[in-house]
């Protein structure tokens, strides 16, 4: 099973600001099947990118992923007030299926 | 686009049966996809229960596989969650969803299942 280490737990950043959201994987990953999921309080995880780097429909375009082999980022362009909120990584494997990081708690500084 | 909405007890004592279930609109059950249990424990992160095909194949969590039953109603257009033996660990918030590009896309809002007596 891989376990997927998010860091750092929590970023404290200003509107306007560049967020960068890290994912490292315990081992090293073959497929490129690596998402990221945004969540508000109280409202349900909201996917934002699949396959490491596309965008799903929608999300702007100051959102962004990238990575390969064991660490995978998520990027915030030019923060807004509605971006923060706690953010995921989601591997698709062998089993489980779907392993989720612990998260990051983006917050306004 | 797809909607999901689960719905069922939002409490459960120790030891017996959790059961949900999700109604879908606005697509079909029956498409070319797979349907997934998330749950969230207050206060946690996410952790994927299982998933099924219309045809009525599943995939399990290991850690959960042996209390874990997800059956589904094509004629009702919805799936259900059915978790035995549950103890206090089991309070979460337990979601369904749509699967996606080896992703989930579409989320319902969730239903909090207190287990306590």
């Known amino acids: 099973e891989i376990v997927l280490t998010q860091s750092p737990g929590t970023l404290s950043l200003s509107p306007g600001e560049r967020a960068t959201l890290s994912c490292r994987a315990s081992?090293?990953?073959?497929?490129?099947?690596f998402a990221w999921y945004q969540q508000k309080p109280g409202q349900a995880p909201r996917l934002l990118i699949y396959?490491?780097?596309s965008r799903a429909t929608g999300v702007p375009d100051r959102f962004s992923g990238s990575g390969s082999g064991t660490d995978f980022t998520l990027t915030i362009n030019t923060l807004e007030p509605e971006d923060f909120a706690v953010y995921y990584c989601?591997?698709?494997?062998?089993?489980?299926?779907?392993?989720f990081g612990q998260g990051t708690k983006l917050e306004i500084k | 686009q797809v909607q999901l909405q689960e719905s069922g007890p939002g409490l459960v004592k120790p030891s017996e049966t959790l059961s949900l279930t999700c109604a879908v609109s606005?697509?079909?059950?029956?498409?070319?996809?797979?349907w997934s249990w998330v749950r969230q424990p207050p206060g946690k992160g996410l952790e994927w229960i299982g998933e099924?095909?219309?045809?009525?194949?599943?995939t399990y969590n290991p850690s959960l596989k042996s209390r874990v039953t997800i059956s589904i109603d094509k004629s009702k257009n919805q799936l259900f969650l059915r978790l035995t033996s549950v103890t206090a660990a089991d309070t979460a918030v337990y979601y369904c969803?749509?699967?996606?590009?080896?992703?989930?896309?579409?989320w319902g809002q969730g239903a909090l299942v207190t287990v306590s007596s």
């Open positions: 396959a490491v780097s």
């Open positions: 606005g697509g079909s059950i029956s498409s070319d996809n797979w």
């Open positions: 099924i095909f219309h045809s009525g194949s599943t």
């Open positions: 081992q090293s990953v073959t497929n490129n099947y």
């Open positions: 989601q591997h698709y494997g062998d089993s489980p299926l779907y392993t």
């Open positions: 969803a749509s699967n996606g590009h080896y992703s989930l896309l579409y």
